[in-house]
């Protein structure tokens, strides 16, 4: 598949079109999704990575489940919002729209993203293997939920999975046609559709859910963002079910990877520090699931996807004699050259994944088998270009780079879990990644170098049903994520392993019907841990870290309208095992990780009002490994620092005029903290006290 970029007119994701062939026939025959249970309805349900009708008390391992009663509740204006109220995640915030996204899971670095990322069961980070993780970020708006799963259970979905799945479960409309409309602070503008119908015998279903936003954003940080999503699905026969998504997104922003000055931080400033750099990201996407219950024991799921994407960013230089300056206010900025560099890249993938699930009675007991298969390829062109600052995005020479990454994978997965006894049921998996990752320069004559690992992921838990309110649970599992091209190709003396890390994690959940709880222990022992913030494993290769803490997560339903439900997370390890030149030292906590962070949400429900009151707390973290104190002034590297730690609080509200109207808003940052989001080059601000307020109809 051939397409130009959209600014540069680079050739970019080269996928032959024979493959995708071959993988759609392929699928012609198989199933990803619930098995259909009347013909009368078509309910595809979305890939979930809980499976079993979403019952987290058959895995061996924490879940978090945020439905869609609690994304009403929250209003989030992006998947930031709905994941920094997840046990065990850290938000590092660049800018209110979560263009881009920094979430760490269980002390994780927040710019790793060492945790794979799902939309209904198809992976989303633009380069698994080939580039960047953090590029794209989908609409939360268009989602009916989002699952976490951590332990040895992700081990079913492949690599990044050291922090767990993190999957976004897409709605399909009902039949008819409602109209979304939403304001708010900073010029933001925002209006969505959604079309649902359905054939007379109900075989078939399609919807469509379109949006269309703009904002000045806080600090001047703007963005135009377009996103179409368009579903179908029907049955074939009485035992199967086919399903097609299509996705196409755009989104301009205004944003930068540099900060504000600590001068400029103090003094409450909200200017745009980066005010002529733009991060321009255009994705296709398209979806084949299929669903074939073969008989009551057995069921063949396959999905096929492919995608393509284009992030161009474009940033102006500095003068290097002279990289600040004061601005008449008496604050440092950024002292701009006459230059402007693209660092653009254009991403594809395409992919084929089937797990065939068998009931048996082997070892005379009840067993349930899953058979796995996923092959993938991906492809990233990178290209650095130069033009002047008066005619941004037209280039005035030949590339400065233009390198083609790409990779092909190939993974098997078997996992069988034995019910013992009523109580104790044990699961044991093992997972085989082999993959092959190449660069070629496209400057320079000559062939690809190459690279070639296989690793082995096994992984074992249980669960025993203690009483009719409490469950343990446990796991063990080694995870691994897949070091980026230019860290193992082109390079003198290439590492010797991955990045890995063996898992444990340890837990208890339950509830009486009112009360519900879930308390869990986990530890991640790297081996070979790469350096937060830089890319790829470097020569002779990284060192160990180790992380160890507790997630705490209760609800209680009062019954008279209320809810009250608060996690916390306890992270008091989360250490360097030695000593790293200029980036770490032994001991020293790692950057983006907080060692206490806490959510309470206080929620009422009556009639046709609904309100809920969000507390978020995050505790202290540090820029970087060194761990300096105080906020360094370096001009064009990283920042390192200490993060105080913060609270926001915000205020929810929704009531239902009639049948067919309803009316929502809501308050954030209600006391207007002023604090620091995260560090990189300046200061992130987090967003002042602003508010949203909106109305839907339904015809």
Same mark, same amino acid.
């Not at 474009?314 to 004699?321: A, K, P, S, Y």
């Not at 280039?395 to 083609?404: H, I, S, V």
């Given at each position: 598949? @051939?397409?130009?970029?959209?600014?540069?007119?680079?050739?970019?994701?080269?996928?032959?079109?024979?493959?995708?062939?071959?993988?759609?026939?392929?699928?012609?025959?198989?199933?990803?999704?619930?098995?259909?249970?009347?013909?009368?309805?078509?309910?595809?349900?979305?890939?979930?990575?809980?499976?079993?009708?979403?019952?987290?008390?058959?895995?061996?391992?924490?879940?978090?489940?945020?439905?869609?009663?609690? $994304?009403?509740?929250?209003?989030?204006?992006?998947?930031?919002?709905?994941?920094?109220?997840?046990?065990?995640?850290?938000?590092?915030?660049?800018?209110?729209? #979560? =263009? =881009?996204?920094?979430?760490?899971?269980?002390?994780?670095?927040?710019?790793?993203?060492?945790?794979?990322?799902?939309?209904?069961?198809?992976?989303?980070?633009?380069?698994?293997?080939?580039?960047?993780?953090?590029?794209?970020?989908?609409?939360?708006?268009?989602?009916?939920?989002?699952?976490?799963?951590?332990?040895?259970?992700?081990?079913?979905?492949?690599?990044?999975?050291?922090?767990?799945?993190?999957?976004?479960?897409?709605?399909? *409309?009902?039949?008819? !046609?409602?109209?979304?409309?939403?304001?708010?602070?900073?010029?933001?503008?925002?209006?969505?559709?959604? #079309?649902?119908?359905?054939?007379?015998?109900?075989?078939? %279903?399609?919807?469509?859910?379109?949006?269309?936003?703009?904002?000045?954003?806080?600090?001047?940080?703007?963005?135009?963002?377009?996103?179409?999503?368009?579903?179908?699905?029907?049955?074939?026969? +009485?035992?199967? @079910?086919?399903?097609?998504?299509?996705?196409?997104?755009?989104? +301009?922003?205004?944003?930068?990877?540099?900060?504000?000055?600590?001068?400029?931080?103090?003094?409450?400033?909200?200017?745009?520090?980066?005010?002529?750099?733009?991060?321009?990201?255009?994705?296709?996407?398209?979806?084949?699931?299929?669903?074939?219950?073969?008989?009551?024991?057995?069921?063949?799921?396959?999905?096929?996807?492919?995608?393509?994407?284009?992030?161009?960013?474009?940033?102006?230089?500095?003068?290097?004699?002279?990289?600040?300056? !004061?601005?008449?206010?008496?604050?440092?900025?950024?002292?701009?050259?006459?230059?402007?560099?693209?660092?653009?890249?254009?991403?594809? %993938?395409?992919?084929?994944?089937?797990?065939?699930?068998?009931?048996?009675?082997?070892?005379?007991?009840?067993?349930?088998?899953?058979?796995?298969?996923?092959?993938?390829?991906?492809?990233?062109? &990178?290209?650095?270009?130069? #033009?002047?600052?008066?005619?941004?995005?037209? *280039?005035?020479?030949?590339?400065?780079?233009?390198?083609? +990454?790409?990779?092909?994978? $190939?993974?098997?997965?078997?996992?069988?879990?034995?019910?013992?006894?009523?109580?104790?049921?044990?699961?044991?998996?093992?997972?085989?990644?082999?993959?092959?990752?190449?660069?070629?320069?496209?400057?320079?004559?000559?062939?690809?170098?190459?690279?070639?690992?296989?690793?082995?992921? *096994?992984?074992?838990?249980?669960?025993?049903?203690?009483?009719?309110?409490?469950?343990?649970?446990?796991?063990?599992?080694?995870?691994?994520?897949?070091?980026? =091209?230019?860290?193992?190709?082109? =390079? +003198?003396?290439?590492?010797?392993?991955?990045?890995?890390?063996?898992?444990?994690?340890?837990?208890?959940?339950?509830?009486?019907?009112?009360?519900?709880?879930?308390?869990?222990?986990?530890?991640?022992?790297?081996?070979?841990?790469?350096?937060?913030?830089?890319?790829?494993?470097?020569?002779?290769?990284?060192?160990?870290?180790?992380?160890?803490?507790?997630?705490?997560?209760?609800?209680? &339903?009062?019954?008279?309208?209320?809810?009250?439900?608060?996690?916390?997370?306890?992270?008091?390890?989360?250490?360097?095992?030695? &000593?790293?030149?200029?980036?770490?030292?032994?001991?020293?906590?790692?950057?983006?990780?907080?060692?206490?962070?806490?959510?309470?949400?206080?929620?009422?429900?009556?009639?046709?009002?609904?309100?809920? $009151?969000?507390?978020?707390?995050?505790?202290?973290?540090?820029?970087?490994?060194?761990?300096?104190?105080?906020?360094?002034?370096?001009?064009?590297?990283?920042?390192?620092?200490?993060?105080?730690?913060?609270?926001?609080?915000?205020?929810?509200?929704?009531?239902?005029?009639?049948?067919?109207?309803?009316?929502?808003?809501?308050?954030?940052? $209600?006391?207007?903290?002023?604090?620091?989001?995260?560090?990189?080059?300046?200061?992130?601000?987090?967003?002042?006290?602003?508010?949203?307020?909106? #109305?839907?109809?339904?015809?």
């Amino acid at each position: 598949m @051939i397409s130009k970029n959209k600014t540069t007119g680079i050739r970019k994701g080269a996928v032959s079109v024979g493959r995708m062939g071959l993988l759609l026939g392929l699928s012609a025959g198989f199933a990803l999704a619930e098995p259909v249970q009347e013909r009368q309805q078509v309910y595809l349900a979305p890939v979930t990575v809980t499976g079993r009708g979403q019952d987290p008390g058959l895995l061996p391992g924490s879940v978090f489940l945020v439905g869609p009663e609690a $994304l009403e509740q929250i209003q989030p204006r992006s998947t930031e919002d709905v994941l920094r109220r997840v046990p065990g995640v850290f938000i590092k915030g660049e800018e209110e729209n #979560a =263009v =881009v996204v920094n979430a760490g899971v269980r002390g994780l670095s927040a710019g790793d993203y060492k945790t794979l990322v799902l939309e209904d069961g198809v992976p989303i980070q633009p380069g698994i293997f080939v580039g960047n993780s953090r590029y794209y970020n989908p609409r939360i708006q268009r989602m009916s939920g989002v699952e976490v799963l951590k332990g040895a259970a992700s081990l079913r979905y492949g690599p990044n999975t050291i922090g767990g799945v993190i999957n976004y479960l897409t709605r399909m *409309p009902e039949d008819g !046609v409602s109209v979304t409309g939403r304001i708010g602070s900073w010029n933001t503008r925002e209006g969505m559709v959604e #079309a649902g119908g359905s054939s007379e015998s109900g075989e078939s %279903r399609f919807g469509v859910i379109a949006t269309r936003a703009t904002s000045d954003g806080f600090m001047d940080k703007s963005y135009d963002m377009t996103d179409v999503m368009v579903k179908s699905e029907t049955a074939v026969g +009485d035992n199967q @079910i086919i399903g097609v998504k299509f996705l196409y997104h755009e989104t +301009d922003a205004n944003i930068s990877y540099r900060g504000l000055f600590p001068d400029a931080y103090r003094a409450g400033a909200q200017f745009n520090p980066a005010p002529d750099d733009w991060f321009l990201t255009q994705r296709f996407s398209f979806d084949i699931n299929h669903a074939w219950q073969i008989n009551p024991d057995t069921s063949l799921q396959t999905l096929v996807y492919w995608s393509e994407m284009n992030r161009d960013y474009w940033r102006f230089q500095l003068d290097g004699t002279n990289p600040t300056t !004061v601005n008449a206010d008496g604050f440092r900025v950024w002292n701009y050259s006459d230059e402007v560099q693209g660092n653009n890249r254009a991403f594809s %993938r395409l992919g084929f994944d089937t797990r065939l699930t068998l009931n048996h009675g082997a070892f005379g007991i009840e067993n349930e088998a899953e058979l796995g298969l996923r092959l993938m390829e991906e492809e990233m062109e &990178d290209v650095t270009l130069l #033009a002047n600052r008066g005619t941004p995005r037209n *280039p005035k020479q030949a590339p400065l780079r233009n390198r083609l +990454d790409s990779a092909e994978s $190939l993974a098997v997965f078997a996992q069988n879990r034995f019910n013992l006894t009523d109580a104790l049921a044990v699961t044991a998996g093992l997972r085989v990644e082999a993959y092959e990752q190449k660069r070629n320069d496209l400057r320079n004559a000559g062939g690809a170098d190459s690279f070639s690992n296989t690793e082995w992921m *096994p992984g074992v838990g249980a669960t025993y049903q203690l009483s009719p309110t409490a469950q343990v649970f446990g796991s063990v599992y080694r995870a691994f994520a897949p070091p980026l =091209v230019g860290s193992v190709v082109g =390079v +003198d003396t290439p590492p010797t392993d991955a990045e890995t890390s063996v898992n444990l994690e340890l837990g208890v959940r339950g509830g009486n019907g009112r009360f519900t709880y879930e308390l869990t222990a986990f530890q991640m022992d790297f081996a070979n841990q790469v350096d937060p913030g830089v890319s790829g494993i470097r020569d002779p290769n990284e060192g160990s870290a180790l992380i160890q803490g507790l997630e705490a997560a209760a609800g209680y &339903d009062f019954r008279n309208g209320f809810t009250l439900d608060a996690n916390a997370t306890w992270i008091p390890t989360a250490e360097f095992g030695e &000593d790293r030149p200029g980036d770490a030292v032994k001991g020293n906590r790692l950057p983006d990780s907080a060692e206490w962070m806490a959510n309470l949400s206080l929620a009422y429900q009556q009639g046709r009002m609904q309100t809920a $009151l969000l507390l978020n707390y995050t505790g202290e973290s540090f820029g970087d490994g060194m761990n300096v104190r105080e906020l360094t002034t370096e001009s064009t590297g990283t920042w390192g620092g200490r993060i105080p730690s913060y609270f926001t609080l915000d205020l929810t509200g929704r009531f239902a005029v009639t049948e067919n109207l309803s009316v929502f808003g809501s308050v954030n940052n $209600l006391t207007d903290e002023l604090y620091i989001a995260g560090l990189r080059q300046g200061i992130y601000v987090g967003p002042e006290r602003n508010f949203t307020v909106g #109305a839907k109809y339904s015809f």
